[in-house]
């Protein structure tokens, strides 16, 4: 079965970068998508970025509060999905959680309800 498995938080100041890994296990849609969610304190989980499979990291989305500041990509050899995450804001602090769909759309796959395979998540934590 697929696997999804976070590494790379931690705790940083703002203004600070992290770079989150997921090593994607026994996902074998070539044409899929893959997403980085996050859910801070009290707060619904919300999206942050995808990005199809297919092209690797020329179609990617990301939602606007870290657009120009967060970069999604995957390994085109061992399919590792990264976040690089730089200008760290304190209002980036949360669970981060990589996710994959089974279908190939990231346009307008926004939603928790979008996504069938999750992994544990990784903190990140912005002072």
């Known amino acids: 079965h697929v696997q999804l498995v976070e590494s790379g938080g931690g705790s940083v100041q703002a203004g600070g970068s992290l770079r989150l890994s997921c090593a994607v296990i026994?996902?074998?849609?070539?044409?899929?998508?893959l997403a980085w969610f996050r859910q801070a304190p009290g707060k619904e989980r919300e999206w942050v970025a995808n990005?199809?499979?297919?092209?690797?990291?020329?179609?990617?989305r990301y939602e606007v509060s870290v657009r120009g500041r967060f970069l999604i990509s995957q390994d085109k050899d061992n399919g590792t999905l990264y976040l690089q995450m730089d200008r760290l804001q304190v209002e980036d602090t949360a669970m981060y959680y990589c996710?994959?769909?089974?279908?190939?759309?990231?346009?307008?796959?926004?939603?928790?309800?979008?996504?069938?395979?999750w992994g544990q998540g990784t903190q990140v934590t912005v002072s």
């Open positions: 996710a994959a769909r089974k279908e190939s759309i990231c346009g307008g796959a926004y939603r928790q309800s979008d996504y069938y395979f």
């Open positions: 026994r996902y074998t849609y070539t044409d899929g998508c």
């Open positions: 990005v199809r499979t297919l092209d690797f990291d020329r179609d990617t």
